[in-house]
């Protein structure tokens, strides 16, 4: 069993069940491993990042501009890395957080189509290094994923919910583009199928950087 910090981020769509993926797994692996497990999100986790996502969603920014939108996210992860991803890691805790780099790569760089690359060289900048040790990819077709979040709707930012399918068509391509770059880190996760298959999926990827068993 390991016991130094890991940083697990989980990815994918809308409605793809990331949320209740986290509050699956987080009680048990504090169970299993004895060890503190933060969970956290982006764009959010403390005041000033949660400030900018307040900001995101806004009515008044509609006419956002895409670059702008990809810094404000990209800053929103720096703060959120500095006063909430770092100290935990610096404690050893787990850190599963819901969304980090590669949702910027694929909703800006993919879906509004300011390219993966300059997105990663912006957030390049932000997180500075800091790379999850494990991803978890939760794919899932796009008409599915937005059926679900049509009859679930909470506190999301809807402005990029409200998206065109070919917005997310191009999210979702881009998110399998990403899989193909960084094979060492993403790990796709079939979510087009009961939660509880997904729990027993993700739970067979954590074990192998956890070291416990699935
Ligand atoms: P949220 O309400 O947290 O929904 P979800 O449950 O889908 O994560 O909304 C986050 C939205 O922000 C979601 O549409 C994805 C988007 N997003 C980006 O476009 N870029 C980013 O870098 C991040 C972190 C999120």
């Known amino acids: 069993m390991v016991d130094q910090s ?3 981020s989980i990815e994918g769509p809308e409605g793809a069940g990331k949320t209740s993926l986290i509050n699956a797994l987080a ?3 504090r169970q299993n491993l004895k060890r503190p497990v933060l969970t956290t999100r982006e764009p959010g986790g403390n005041p000033i990042a949660e400030g900018i996502r307040n900001m995101l969603a806004a009515d008044t920014s509609v006419n956002m501009d895409a670059r702008t939108e990809a810094l404000l996210f990209a800053a929103a ?3 959120h890395l500095v006063e909430t991803i770092l100290p935990a890691l610096a404690k050893d805790e787990i850190v599963l957080s819901d969304r980090y780099l590669d949702s910027s790569l694929a909703y800006q760089g993919g879906g509004r189509r300011l390219g993966v690359d300059d997105v990663l060289a912006l957030n390049e900048f932000a997180i500075d290094h800091v790379l999850p040790d494990l991803t978890l990819y939760l794919d899932l077709p796009v008409e599915i994923g937005l059926e679900r979040i049509n009859q679930q709707r909470q506190s999301k930012i809807d402005r990029l919910d409200r998206e065109k399918l ?3 068509q191009r999210v979702r391509e881009t ?4 899989l193909e770059r960084f094979p060492d880190r993403i790990v796709k996760i ?3 199928q009961p ?5 027993q999926a993700a ?6 950087v956890l070291e416990v068993e699935s």
């Not at 998110?175 to 990403?178: A, C, H, M, W």
């Not at 939660?195 to 729990?199: D, F, G, K, N």
């Not at 739970?203 to 192998?208: A, D, G, H, M, T």
């Open 175 to 178: 998110y399998l583009s990403l």
């Open 190 to 192: 079939d979510a087009n």
């Open 195 to 199: 939660l509880e298959q997904v729990i």
């Open 6 to 8: 890991v940083f697990i």
């Open 27 to 29: 009680p048990e692996l």
């Open 166 to 168: 070919d917005f997310h």
């Open 77 to 79: 992860r720096r703060q």
């Open 203 to 208: 739970r067979v990827e954590l074990s192998k």
